[in-house]
Every structure is written in C-alpha cells, then in structure tokens.
C-alpha cells in the first residue's frame, strides 16, 4: 500500500479539541458538564453583520475574488490597524486568511525553509509547534513560567535570537491572557533592532480585549524601524465573535504580503464573497458589541482569578486580556481524589472532569506542565458553579 507524507507523522491533532471532545460526548451520555476547554468566544456578532452577509447573498456573483483579499476588506483592515495605532500600510501590506491558523500555516511556508529556527515563548498556543513541526522547522523554546507571571524578559529573548530565522510573540497570549505594558514592549524592542536577520511574527488577534487600562503596544510603534521586518497577524474570530467565519489578515511588508498572496492563489484561491461582506461589516460597522463583551470578560477574569486564588498552593499570575485564566496547580501533584493518583496535569484534568464535571485543558498541551488553561467563556450562569466544583476538588485531595 502507499505511503502518506512523511510529514504527516509530525501532524498532531488539537489536544484542545481533543479536551472538548471528550466533554461533548460526556454531556451526550447525561453528563452536568461545565466546559473551560476551547477558546471560543461564545457571543454572536450584531445584526449589521448578518445584515451585509444577507445582502451579499441576494447578489452574489458566484465569481472568484481576488487572492490577496477584496480592496473594500483590505480598506477596512486598514482603518481597524489606524484605530490600533499602526499607520502606514497600504494594500500591498495587507493579505487575508481562512483564519489565524491559516494565516500563520501561509508565513511558516513563507518564512521557514527546513531546518530553520523558530523561537517563541513558552507557554504557548499548540498551533505554534504543530505548525513548526509540520515543516520542518526547528524550535528554540523560551520557558516563561508563572514565577515570572508567565512574560519573556529582554535578556531571554536576546540570549535565544541568535541563528533563528523568525521569532513569534503572542500578546495578549493564549493560554495565559497576560499582557505586556509599553515599557515591556519597548524593552524587548530594543532587543530585536540588536538582531537584524530574524523575521518577527506578532499573533496579536486579542489585541480588542485588553483590561485594566493597559493598553495594547507593538514593536513597531515602539521601534518604527522594526517594520520592514514585522508581520501582524489578526483575525475577527474573537474580537466580534465569528470565529466560524474563518477571516484573518497580515500587515506585513510587501514581499511577505505578495508572499502569502502567491500561496493564496495555490491554497485557497479568496474568500467568498458573503464572508467577505460580513468581515467588513464587522470592521467597519459598530463595535459596541466587542466593547461590551470586553467589558464582561473582564469581569469574569476578576471572579475567576478570586476563585483561584482562595484555593491553598494554587498560584495565578493576574491575566490583563483574552478570555483565560492559566493558574499553576502543581501542589496538586502527588495527591490523590477518590483514589486516582495525580501525578501531573493530565491526570488532574482527568480526574476534574470523571469527579466534577468541569473540562479544562492541561498546561502540557500550551508547554507547561505545571498549569491548566481556563477558558471562561462558558455561559455566564454556570462559571461560578464550575469555579466552585473546581474548589471542592481541591479541597477533597489527600
């Protein structure tokens, strides 16, 4: 018989669905299940959104679009980079995805010959490595852990560059939501105008769901030179809600832009119209849903890091965007509930979903092993009877 792709051997399927899977069919069989596992949103877009996807539908053309995105999106991608503080960019800076994953799947093909090096942070998304893994690229991994509220450090990220071909930042970060200040930012800035060579990849598509007044910042507006060499990556899947649209974008400098297009044009050919329609409603129309579900998960965040933080040993860095909450459960291990042995996050996980009811991911999938990920997304009424589940497991171990 034929053989598949040797590649395929480095292809992983999603330890986060894998998670959520397994709740789903929980559930199925009678189950009371409260589900922290997958980063979904779980809010709808508002009705201008379906409006225009309405429309487009009534006078679709049925035609191909164009592979780097249609000029009325890139447009309205362009004012979405303005109200981030990040001017300057033309269409010839701007491509669109099939989503996040495909977005950076399309730069890994771009960027990374075989071989090549990749650095990023630990913890971080699984895509990150399975994407790495996929072609061929090696990985230079810098462990952040919750000692350091889970945050690279200048010295880290200066000690880790040399001979890597592109470094991948993620703020506000999946699966931890902590967020850098400006003067993070522009410290490790300066860092990366030390290493001319290497490619910077910023998976910013949480950068709508900061808290606390924070703010979000970029190396290119701390450091304008950065930009011939900065690729920024977004995506409408969390900011409003459509994560099932699958709609991403690159800013980029035109040789990676064109780059992406080329692929594009091999991969997926262009977005349907209709989606395309409603990703520019979403841009371009009112944003008082996003800014209000912010507003909610914010605090939701301080409900559940107090929650954490009232259980013994369990150690949560503040989170300050996104939707997660990434606490350290490491007392747990060598313990035991109801006669399971703990001896790391899987067997914790495990043994909180058969005892409980409540799914979450272990930190082992997101590269540390110490650490669960809470995605606090679930339906409003059932996140304190899951925090409160997630306590009494605690307190039943011997």
């Known amino acids: 018989m034929p053989k598949l792709a040797t590649r395929m051997g480095r292809a992983k399927p999603s330890a986060i669905m894998a998670v959520a899977d397994k709740a789903k069919a929980l559930k199925a069989a009678g189950r009371d299940i409260v589900s922290f596992s997958i980063g979904v949103p779980n809010f709808l877009p508002g009705e201008h959104v379906y409006a225009a996807a309405r429309e487009a539908l009534a006078r679709d053309s049925g035609q191909y679009g164009s592979n780097r995105g249609a000029d009325v999106l890139l447009d ?151 930009r011939e060499r900065t690729i920024q990556v977004d995506s409408l899947s969390k900011t409003y809600g459509m994560p099932g649209w699958r709609v991403g974008f690159i800013a980029a400098p035109e040789s990676v832009a064109q780059a992406f297009t080329t692929l594009n044009s091999n991969h997926i050919t262009n977005l349907p119209e209709i989606v395309t329609a409603a990703a520019v409603a979403a841009l371009a129309g009112p944003q008082d849903v996003p800014e209000r579900k912010c507003a909610d998960f914010q605090a939701r965040r301080d409900q559940v890091v107090a929650a954490l933080r009232a259980i013994p040993g369990v150690a949560c860095p503040q989170p300050q965007g996104a939707f997660y909450v990434f606490p350290d459960i490491s007392c747990a291990f060598g313990k035991s509930h109801g006669g399971q042995r703990i001896g790391n996050d899987v067997d914790f996980c495990n043994a909180l979903l058969e005892a409980k009811g409540v799914a979450c991911v272990p930190g082992s999938a997101f590269g540390d092993p110490n650490a669960l990920r809470i995605s606090y997304t679930c339906p409003v009424e059932q996140l304190q009877p899951g925090m409160a589940r997630i306590a009494e497991f605690f307190a039943e171990l011997k």
Not at 126 to 147: F, G, H, N, Q, W
Not at 153 to 165: I, M
Not at 171 to 197: Q, S
């Open 76 to 226: 309205a991608f362009l004012t979405h980079l303005h109200g981030s503080g990040l001017d300057g960019y033309t269409r010839k800076n701007i491509a669109v995805g099939i989503g996040a994953k495909h977005v950076l799947y399309n730069l890994a093909e771009a960027l990374l010959d075989p071989g090549d090096t990749i650095a990023f942070a630990v913890p971080y998304w699984t895509t990150y490595v399975d994407i790495a893994e996929i072609v061929d690229a090696k990985m230079r991994l810098m462990p952040c852990p919750a000692s350091q509220d889970y945050k690279l450090t200048p010295a880290q990220l200066d000690a880790a560059l040399a001979g890597v071909k592109v470094f991948l930042f993620n703020n506000p970060c999946n699966p931890t939501g902590m967020v850098y200040t400006r003067e993070e930012i522009a410290a490790l800035a300066a860092v990366l105008v030390k290493h001319p060579d290497v490619w910077i990849i910023c998976d910013d598509i949480y950068n709508r769901m900061v808290f606390d007044g924070v703010g979000y910042h970029n190396f290119v507006t701390a450091r304008p030179e950065l």
